[in-house]
């Protein structure tokens, strides 16, 4: 009998790929086939995780799409600007004939489709293949945006800044208008109808499959399930398969630092005394907030490894980097940082996070405790899981929803307040020791046995059972 051939079109954003890369590895760890649709600009991305698969049965396989260069319009490696949002409808709608004619040919049991192709839903139901949604975020984020877009509690605030409850959630979760997207700002032109019609995808394709897992949100798992009716499951925290140095070292882009001036940095370090601060793939701070966080560090006089994505002028202040290679307290990584390898160092005790899914994920399955400094996307969402829900962090204060992913207007007292507050021996240690916790639970949850592992078991099933059907 063939084996079950489960095929995923991952968007070309680092956020949603690299969970989908380690995903397509943790189905080839239980034996099934496995292809990778790309296009020739990301499919270097993947060589490490292929690389990975060679001992299974079967290797992950790769579709490359020739001749499509061009459209690898939102380039994750870029800034956000005018030009490349209002390319990215356009740019991901020409994938559809190619990623057609691969389904109509290999008729694989299921597709596993970014949110950012809802037209792979149709299209897959032609040649009888169920299509599975990947939004690359949790239960809680997808839980409260379904709640504001359906009950929109933001109309009924008088200000911008005044708070209002996420209504009909487990928890009592409050938002400002300031912490939305403003979907009418003329940045978004040609790309509301993309997340609307997604959001439709959710309710029209076979189910939704979550880089997440039960003990992390369990109200929200039921909610989304239960209330808001949708098939879905949870096989996460999937960066866990990157088990060995290698596998964290070479995780999306290859790193800008070297493994041994890394770990050799952090060894010299005493447990849970670094903090380290990243925005992901694509937020950045502007020239003036980089300044107030390097004196914010240099003020609570902490160690820390800060990632700047882009090499910058002008915002350091004068000696910083100089006065940390001297009293050895900060490491700056300028591009691109081993990120799972660092968070999984015992040095490190914080993570100051844009809150990025996987970032929070990430940082949970280290059990750091942490920073919250939410920027774009639905990162809000995520923030207020780590701090009002889990009660694993500390928001760095007030900061606005940007669509074009830019960090600013955090003063350098805010930075130092609240990294002390975190590296706290008793407020900190206090969230240290919940984050360890999840951090079992994330490890038991994908283990044999654990609540990932048998849902996934049960995907494999429901899926080589709609075959037969
Ligand atoms: N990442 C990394 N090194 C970096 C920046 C990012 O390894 O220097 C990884 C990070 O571990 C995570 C992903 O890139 O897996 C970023 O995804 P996330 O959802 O946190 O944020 P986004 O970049 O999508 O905003």
Redesign the pocket.
């Known amino acids: 009998m063939a084996a079950c051939h489960v095929v995923f079109f991952p968007f070309t ?4 790929l ?2 989908m890369a380690d995903m397509a590895v943790l189905f080839a760890s239980r034996g099934l086939q496995t292809t990778i649709i790309t296009t020739p600009f990301n499919v270097h991305r993947f060589s490490k995780s292929i690389q990975k698969t060679t001992t299974f049965p079967h290797q992950i396989a790769l579709h490359i799409i020739e001749g499509y260069e061009n459209s690898d319009q939102i380039r ?1 490696d870029e800034s956000i600007s005018n030009e490349s949002i209002s390319n990215f409808r356009e740019s991901i709608s020409m994938l559809q004939e190619p990623v057609e004619q691969f389904i109509q040919e290999y008729r694989p049991n299921c597709l596993i489709a970014d949110m950012f192709y809802p037209w792979t839903t149709k299209m897959a139901a032609k040649f009888d293949v169920p299509r599975i949604v990947f939004h ?2 949790g239960f809680f984020p997808l839980c409260a945006s379904e709640s504001i877009r359906l009950y929109e509690p933001h109309k009924r605030v008088s200000s911008d800044s005044e708070p209002f409850i996420i209504p009909h959630l487990p928890h009592e979760i409050k938002l400002t208008r300031k912490q939305l997207p403003d979907l009418e700002a003329e940045i978004f032109k040609g790309f509301v109808e993309v997340i609307i019609e997604s959001m439709k995808a959710d309710e029209t394709s076979y189910g939704v499959i979550f880089n997440s897992f039960n003990e992390l949100e369990p109200e929200y798992v039921r909610h989304y399930r239960e209330v808001m009716k949708r098939k879905a499951w949870h096989i996460g925290p999937v ?1 866990l398969c990157n088990k060995n140095t290698d596998d964290k070292l070479e ?3 290859k ?2 630092i070297k493994e041994d001036e890394c770990l050799r940095w952090l060894d010299l370090k005493p447990p849970n005394s670094v903090v380290y601060l ?6 950045e701070a502007t020239t003036s907030q980089l300044h107030e966080i390097a004196m914010g560090l240099e003020a609570c006089n902490e160690n820390f490894i800060w ?1 700047i ?1 882009n090499e910058r002028e002008g915002w350091m202040p004068e000696g910083f980097e100089a006065r940390m290679k001297v009293n050895g307290k900060g490491l700056i ?1 300028t ?6 390898l660092i ?1 999984d160092h015992e040095s490190v005790g914080v993570f100051v ?10 940082g949970i399955s280290s059990g750091v405790a942490m920073v919250t400094w939410p ?3 639905e ?1 809000f969402y995520n923030a207020k899981l780590v701090t009002d829900i889990l009660q694993i962090g500390v928001s760095i204060g007030d900061t606005e929803w940007s669509a074009t ?1 830019s960090c600013d207007g955090v003063k350098r007292e805010a930075v130092e307040k609240v990294v002390a507050k975190v590296m706290s021996a008793e407020e900190g240690e206090e969230m240290r020791k919940r984050a360890r916790v999840l951090k079992e639970k994330a490890k038991m949850a994908v283990e044999d046995g654990g609540s990932s592992y048998l849902d996934l078991n049960d995907f494999i099933e429901d899926i080589k059972a709609f075959k037969s059907k």
């Open positions: 954003a680092y956020g949603h690299i969970p994750s690359g975020s960066s995780r999306g882009k790193a800008a990243s925005f992901g793939t694509l937020a990632v994505k990584i591009g691109w940082a081993p990120q799972t968070l996070t844009h809150c990025g899914w996987n970032s929070v994920l990430e920027v774009m996307a990162q992913a």
